[in-house]
């Protein structure tokens, strides 16, 4: 029976599960075969990738089972590919059927081929080039950028809402750029993560972070549990090498580990918590802090949360966003605050922008806050100042709101230079 033919539009592929398919082609009128497939094997791909009619017919010779992969399945990957390889796919494709049609010897079936459809084609390539050609470059001078050191951290502070003091600092990454400026990560970090640079920027990021630890223990006024974040990815935790490295660090720098705090995004930790598990567990025993970023984004289920062995949520931005007294978002907080509290976790509030905002989520108590309303992130030498200027050196009564809310506003006056 045939599945398709030579020629037709082609709207998915298959993967066989059971049976066995012919591929084949018409040359001068004769029935050529030029493959079998069985069990595991995959056809009809090509026309899905590059978007050209099917280059061969392929029929059952058996009673099949096919697993179709649909075109959307295969044009989302396609689409969110690192474009390196995409150029690739796009090339070893293109010379493939260069070559199967010279060996057929009879030109292509295509499409009714007129001037639009050949530029488009021409079109699609100069892109896919283009792209390739400016993530290469990209990340050639990423390297550049690690080897003459043009990375920087900047530092956020996080408030601890009970006393008001510096709670702690999360790390941030921006490249200096020698012509660019100053870059935030959105501009390059998907190109680290998928060139494999992110590995040796992270260890950077770590060894930063210890010598900033070193320096704000010698000169700052913050609180007993303060603490570094720095973003990790799962792959990060996953490596037994970035341990190695974390656990070094820490001695040569001769930091107490819960000075040390790794955040992984909800959504990572959700697709691929379950291979780290047994290493988070690993910087749990050693006392580093391990806490769930942008949490409340990624997932429906919370089981989770009684799985990983992690110290700390910090609730994403946009919950923050909808905290007004008394309506909705107040109890959502409320809740995650009480959940959190309940498993023993430190609570952390992203993206505090408003004098109310802050003033409740220390209501209801809400360990540390960060964001504009305190500052932005800043360099290091930045943060050290308003850190100075910040130290409230006194704990507030718990309910004692009008102190806490005069101590905000020479805060967020402090920052505002
Ligand atoms: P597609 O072009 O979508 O439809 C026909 C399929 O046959 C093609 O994808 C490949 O999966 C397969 N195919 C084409 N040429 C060959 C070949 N020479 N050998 C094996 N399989 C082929
Ligand atoms: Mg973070």
Redesign the pocket.
Known sequence: MEIFREGDL?YCAYIIVKGRVE?STCKNGDHIV??RRGVGDI??????VDRKP???T?RALEDCELLVVSEEQLAFRLATLDPILKMVLGVILERFRES?SHSRAFPQVALPSDEGVQNADADTRVDLYRQAIERIELEQELRVALRDQQFELFFQPLIAARTGRLGGLEGLIRWRHPTKGLLAPAAFIEAMEQSGLIHDVSRWVVEECCRTIVHVEKHGACDPGFSISVNVTTRDIADPSFRLHVRRKLAEYEIAPSRLTLEITESQLMENGEDVLSLMRDYREMGVGLSIDDFGTGYSSLSYLTRYPVSGLKIDKSFVDELRPRQPGEEIIRAMIGLGHGLGFKIVAEGVETEEQALLLRKLKCDLLQGYHFSKPVPLDEAMALMQRWAVDRAFPDEDNDAFAAAMESLSRAASF
Do not use: T
């Open positions: 082609g591929v030029l493959a056809f009809g791909e090509m026309a899905i099917r280059s061969a392929v199967i």
